[in-house]
Nanobody
Framework: QVQLVESGGGAVQPGGSLRLSCAAS????????MGWYRQAPGKQRELVAT???????NYADSVKGRFTISRDDAKNTVFLQINSLKPEDTAVYYC??????????????WGQGTEVAVSS
């Protein structure tokens, strides 16, 4: 069973910053990409950012220039640095691991989420 454990969420004021972490129970290098998604109240889960095993990154237009995804393969951890937070960034942020082959019977694995609340 692949386990992904997110941390780093919290309540911040607009303009603030947070650093989210996702610790995996196994090597993240075995996944095609790692990513962060978010789900705001009453909305569908949406892609925030992904990073491939080779380091290629992809961001949603709404977070470009404010969010940075990175990875530390030695620590099996993926990070999401979020700056210039806006109220519309309020959501539960989920870590995702995607593989092109089955790992423990699945192509995708999800964490339990960490909540980010932005308000003044």
């Amino acid at each position: 069973q692949v386990q992904l454990v997110e941390s780093g969420g919290g309540a911040v004021q607009p303009g603030g910053s947070l650093r989210l972490s996702c610790a995996a129970s196994q090597s993240i290098f075995s996944f095609y990409h790692m990513g962060w998604y978010r789900q705001a109240p009453g909305k569908q889960r949406e892609l925030v950012a992904t990073i491939t095993s080779g380091g290629t990154t992809n961001y949603a237009d709404s977070v470009k220039g404010r969010f940075t995804i990175s990875r530390d393969d030695a620590k099996n951890t993926v990070f999401l640095q979020i700056n210039s937070l806006k109220p519309e960034d309020t959501a539960v942020y989920y870590c995702n691991a995607y593989s092109t082959v089955l790992i423990n019977g699945r192509y995708e694995h999800w964490g339990q989420g960490t909540e980010v609340a932005v308000s003044s």
